[in-house]
């Protein structure tokens, strides 16, 4: 197994997304869906990863805490209810995808700290539902 770092991680996390059975595409921009083309934004991700905490061991070992949002985008072609419900099921199976894949790689999901939400994205004229599922990854690294 590979060292774990944040890369290790942050992959792992974009090929759950880009991989079967969700196959979302990876935005253009990593911070939003606004310069994404209307007519492809459908079955869109993006990724926001940032380092929230972390505390030294002895023996040159530190466990990192990483804050996440996963951003799903889903167009709803006037259906945006039907859109909505397929990204809370999305979203909820994200959830477990993302528990089983931090026990085969040895970092935690904490469950505690997940949220999630689905709505209308923010622009009226937008053609998208958007997702997101947002919690924190534990892991231990050698520094």
Same mark, same amino acid.
């Given at each position: 197994?590979?060292?774990?770092?944040?890369?290790?991680?942050?992959?792992?996390?974009?090929?759950?997304?880009?991989?079967?059975?969700?196959? %979302?595409?990876?935005?253009?921009?990593?911070?939003?869906?606004?310069?994404?083309?209307?007519?492809?934004?459908?079955?869109? %991700?993006?990724?926001?990863?940032?380092?929230?905490?972390?505390?030294?061991?002895?023996?040159?070992?530190?466990?990192?805490? +990483?804050?996440?949002?996963? +951003?799903?985008?889903?167009?709803?072609?006037?259906?945006?209810?039907?859109?909505?419900?397929?990204?809370?099921?999305?979203?909820?199976?994200?959830?477990?995808?993302?528990?089983?894949?931090?026990?085969?790689?040895? +970092?935690?999901?904490?469950?505690?700290?997940?949220?999630?939400?689905?709505?209308?994205?923010?622009?009226?004229?937008?053609?998208?539902?958007?997702?997101?599922?947002?919690?924190?990854?534990?892991?231990?690294?050698?520094?």
């Amino acid at each position: 197994m590979p060292t774990l770092t944040a890369d290790v991680v942050l992959d792992r996390l974009n090929s759950i997304c880009a991989g079967s059975p969700y196959s %979302y595409t990876r935005a253009i921009e990593p911070f939003s869906f606004d310069l994404q083309p209307a007519q492809n934004s459908d079955g869109l %991700y993006r990724i926001e990863f940032s380092l929230d905490e972390t505390q030294g061991y002895l023996g040159y070992q530190q466990c990192e805490l +990483w804050a996440f949002n996963i +951003w799903l985008a889903q167009a709803h072609q006037r259906a945006p209810f039907t859109a909505q419900r397929e990204l809370v099921t999305a979203i909820s199976s994200l959830q477990s995808t993302l528990a089983r894949a931090g026990v085969a790689q040895d +970092w935690n999901l904490r469950d505690d700290d997940l949220d999630g939400e689905v709505r209308l994205a923010d622009d009226p004229e937008s053609v998208y539902v958007v997702g997101r599922l947002s919690g924190l990854i534990d892991f231990d690294r050698a520094l």
